[in-house]
């Protein structure tokens, strides 16, 4: 077994470094958090969906980096499995507990709701929704032992934008996931926290167009003449977003601090326009929709 790296900065004195759990790391924010937290005292389960992810992974030679491999949240199985070894893990290294989750994993696609794949959001709820509180539930007894806390990456805040339902439909429900276990878990000061991401660089905005050329193909051209324009607007204007958005690492720098912090907060926002959507998400929802409706229709 690899010797674990003793890092400055962790916030007691014990000689083991804290474990996490970080989903969704075969590229973006994912890796980049997974690749962070373990170069600053934590000893990283860095899950990815395919061999060939966990290979890349292995390749950095980091020796707090274990990549968990297969997880696609989606598949139940996987979650049980993943688990399993995740526990197993923590047995061999003689260490108490899981001390964290960071719920990251998730993707979408941009679509209009008439011609979204159905299939595409039932698997976009599972990842973020029904595979995530899966895994908190098989995980919790060890997050217990190290009296630990749950971290979700999410949006700025719970508002609708066109053509972005399958990422947001779902966010809405993490976002609720999030708050419950926060209220849930409070009798044994077990934190909930939400990192609220606004505009962050990463390979979304690419990956998106791709599947949005894919679907494409598959749309009656009467009803794709209809969304042609404002699809393309939308695109648009999220590869402006994530051009000015932030450095992935100022999102593990963030989620260092949540994971080291006493007293954390309940939400941390960091990103382009983060703000901002969070304070539109306190309007009342029919202003909200109304003003998007009136400037969709322009």
């Given amino acids: 077994m690899k010797a674990i790296q003793k890092h400055a900065g962790l916030d007691d ?35 990815v969906r395919t061999p060939e992810d966990a290979q890349a992974l292995r390749d950095l030679n980091e020796p707090n980096l274990v990549p968990i491999s297969p997880l696609d949240l989606s598949r139940l199985n996987e979650v049980q499995l993943a688990s399993e070894t995740v526990i197993a893990e923590l047995r061999s290294r003689g260490l108490n507990g899981l001390y964290a989750i960071v719920n990251n994993a998730g993707g979408g696609v941009t679509a209009p709701l008439e011609l979204l794949d159905i299939s595409l959001l039932e698997k976009e709820l599972m990842v973020r929704v029904v595979g995530a509180a899966r895994l908190v539930q098989l995980l919790l007894p060890e997050i217990r032992k190290a009296t630990g806390r749950l971290l979700w990456i999410t949006t700025p805040g719970r508002i609708p934008l066109a053509y972005k339902s399958s990422i ?41 167009d791709r599947q949005l050329a894919s679907s494409i193909q598959s749309w009656p051209k009467d009803q794709l003449a209809l969304y042609a324009e404002p699809l393309q607007e939308v695109q648009e204007r999220s590869k402006t977003i994530i051009q000015k958005g932030a450095d992935p690492q100022i999102v593990a720098e963030v989620v260092e601090r949540a994971l080291k912090a006493h007293r954390p907060r309940p939400i941390y926002r960091i990103g382009f326009s983060a703000d901002l959507m969070a304070l539109l998400g306190l309007l009342p929802g029919t202003w909200f929709d109304g003003l998007f409706s009136f400037m969709a229709s322009r």
Avoid: D
């Avoid at 809405?172 to 962050?200: D, H, N, Y």
């Fill in 13 to 47: 004195s014990s000689l083991q470094p804290k474990a996490v759990l970080v989903t969704g790391c075969s590229s973006g924010i994912g890796k980049e958090m997974a690749c962070y937290l373990s170069r600053h005292g934590f000893l990283v389960f860095a899950t």
């Fill in 168 to 208: 947001h439909v779902a966010e809405f429900a993490a976002q609720g996931l999030a708050r419950t276990f926060r209220i849930e878990l409070a009798t044994w000061k077990i934190p909930s926290i939400m990192i609220a991401c606004g505009g962050v660089r990463s390979n979304a905005v690419g990956r998106m």
